[in-house]
């Protein structure tokens, strides 16, 4: 912190001494009045209103503006940030905002640092906000999902506020138009992978020429392929493992549910064609998190609660057909349900110059006029359980699946606490391609998997 605080305990020791003086003096004897004249006092001149300073924010997602611009006309957004200027940066990959820090000139707030918020906190660059949460009336930790505002935290100090997004992340997404217009009964989704696999087949569509016209699931799509500190991992969650133990500093990435989840998610490659599958992708709109659902090239989607409002949004006409289940697991563990915490933080760094500045930032995206111009803008529900209480559920085609959940889950998943999860999702990507390209095993890739992470973690210093 850039100097000394008055804490709570020193401002009500200050506030007694301030009473009991102005007491002292309402007791004291009147004095008698000064036979000469006073002096004139001297006019007091009011000192000019303090001048703004300029606070760089960053937020990675490019829909954010359209909140942004309706969060500053906020009655809110005048009385926090009152006299600053706030200059949002979006649409930034994690090379810049790495490059940026590395380079001392980082922003004073980030929010989604493409879901590295975990390297970043174990490497001494972010500025403890336990203060600042401790003096705000508007951040209360009671307040917030009990595994987000703990995975705040490293080491003991916070240096994360939830904000912007942060509610449930799982849940199987599908088109209930295609799934009938396949013979498929949308009254009856699939609970494990192999009646996943059975519908993927179903509605895996190619023309004469081979060519894929329509794919029933990408497993690695959107929250089924992501491995990253503000969503988890679901091979872990569907198969029901921890992949990194904080405490001991160990991996477990070699065994025989990860090599499983990678010869069983690599299936949906090999029926739909690895080649066709990256070719899809490379088609304009059709790309990961939402694309391919959106065109209606692809039937069904692992994705979080943001999913109905955001398709809403983008492709109101394929919304009113999106239903939302629970996410496949093994046959070995039918009837669980599982679901994961996760979402994003405000992170702020200590080399900025005004990063204590841009903690109302924090406070502004966490009160309600704010919360509902995001619900109401993109879909995203924030961490907060007294907002979450008053969410009505029908709002988007799909939602309702994922309030109730928080209720009905059996089985939860929050992220591994992991400081080189960047590195991890990377190493992911590139071996269970090698995987459903048959250039190895399942149980080969879940070995070399180990040994990659194990190195790294060495090599960057923690172990």
């Not at 004139?40 to 954010?64: D, L, M």
């Not at 969503?231 to 499983?260: I, K, P, R, V």
């Not at 993109?378 to 994922?402: Q, R, S």
């Not at 998943?413 to 459903?436: D, K, M, N, S």
Request: charged letters at 20%; proline letters at 7%.
């Amino acid at each position: 912190m850039r100097g000394k605080k008055l804490s709570r305990r020193d401002f009500l020791r200050v506030s007694a001494l301030t009473a009991a003086s102005a007491a002292l003096a309402a007791c004291a004897p009147a004095t008698p009045a000064p036979t000469e004249e006073p002096a004139e006092a001297e006019p007091v001149e009011e000192a000019p209103p303090a001048e703004g300073v300029t606070i760089q924010y960053w937020a990675a997602w490019g829909q954010y503006v359209r909140c942004w611009e309706q969060i500053q006309a906020l009655a809110e957004y005048q009385e926090l940030v009152g006299n600053n200027m706030v200059e949002l940066k979006t649409g930034f990959d994690a090379q810049t905002l790495l490059t940026a820090v590395a380079g001392g000139e980082p922003p004073d707030a980030v929010s989604h640092p493409s879901g590295q918020y975990l390297d970043y906190m174990a490497r001494g660059v972010l500025l403890p906000v336990e203060d600042l949460v401790a003096a705000s009336s508007i951040i209360k930790a009671q307040d917030f999902l009990e595994g987000s505002w703990e995975n705040g935290f490293w080491q003991g100090t916070q240096y994360g506020v939830p904000a912007n997004e942060g509610f449930l992340r799982y849940g199987l997404n599908y088109n209930a138009r295609l799934v009938e217009e396949a013979g498929l009964d949308p009254d009856n989704p699939p609970q494990t992978w192999p009646e996943c696999m059975e519908w993927h087949e179903a509605l895996t569509k190619f023309d004469d020429a081979g060519n894929l016209l329509q794919v029933g699931l990408d497993p690695y799509d959107a929250m089924g392929g992501s491995l990253q500190f503000d969503n988890g991992f679901y091979a872990a969650l569907s198969w029901g493992w921890d992949w990194f133990d904080e405490e001991a500093g160990t991996f477990d990435l070699d065994n025989e549910m990860m090599a499983e989840s990678f010869e069983v998610e690599g299936e949906f490659y090999r029926i739909a064609g690895p080649d066709n599958m990256a070719g899809m992708r490379q088609v304009e709109g059709q790309g990961t998190w939402g694309g391919s659902f959106n065109t209606e090239v692809q039937a069904m989607i692992i994705e979080g609660y943001w999913h109905p409002g955001e398709t809403s949004f983008e492709k109101p006409e394929v919304a009113e057909h999106n239903r939302s289940t629970w996410p496949p697991v093994p046959e070995s563990r039918r009837g669980t349900k599982a679901q994961g915490y996760g979402g994003h933080y405000i992170l702020l760094f200590k080399e900025a110059p005004n990063a204590e500045p841009a903690f109302k930032i924090a406070e502004l995206v966490n009160t309600t006029p704010a919360c509902d111009v995001i619900f109401e803008q993109v879909g995203w529900l924030p961490a907060l359980k007294p907002y979450l209480a008053t969410v009505d559920p029908t709002t988007y085609p799909g939602l309702e699946f994922y309030l109730k959940s928080v209720d009905e889950a059996t089985a939860w998943h929050t992220p591994a606490r992991c400081p080189i999860t960047g590195f991890v999702q990377t190493q992911y990507v590139e071996l269970r391609e090698a995987v459903y390209r048959d250039q190895m095993t399942g149980a080969e890739a879940a070995e070399e998997f180990q040994k990659r992470c194990e190195d790294e973690y060495k090599a960057a210093g923690f172990a």
